[in-house]
């Protein structure tokens, strides 16, 4: 059974920093590309970061700089560091496994980013 959960979500301040982390399990976490997105309320879920198998990383404009998305294979985890958080920031963030045809989500963390 495939599992895919996030942790590290909360509240901070602007300018702060959170660090998300994303625990995959039932599957060869090390061949699928692992991805960051996040939903604000009334708004689309969008892509954040991306970490390919080979960690290459690709990352949306508005967080470019400020973001960074990072792989463990040894512990079948993927980071995203937050830093100078705004709060246009602020939504769930959930976490995505994709491989082909295999695609598994998290049930996301929210992040709250106070002004």
């Known amino acids: 059974q495939v599992q895919v959960a996030e942790s590290g979500g909360g509240l901070v301040q602007t300018g702060g920093s959170l660090r998300l982390s994303c625990a995959a399990s039932?599957?060869?976490?090390?061949?699928?590309?692992m991805g960051w997105y996040r939903q604000a309320p009334g708004k689309q879920r969008e892509l954040v970061a991306v970490?390919?198998?080979?960690?290459?990383?690709n990352y949306a404009d508005s967080v470019k700089g400020r973001f960074t998305i990072s792989r463990d294979n040894a512990k079948n985890t993927v980071y995203l560091q937050m830093n100078s958080l705004k709060p246009e920031d602020a939504a769930v963030y959930y976490c995505?496994?994709?491989?082909?045809?295999?695609?598994?989500w998290g049930q996301g963390t929210q992040v709250t980013v106070s002004s």
């Open positions: 995505n496994a994709r491989r082909q045809a295999h695609d598994y």
């Open positions: 039932g599957i060869l976490f090390s061949i699928y590309s």
């Open positions: 970490i390919t198998s080979g960690s290459s990383t």
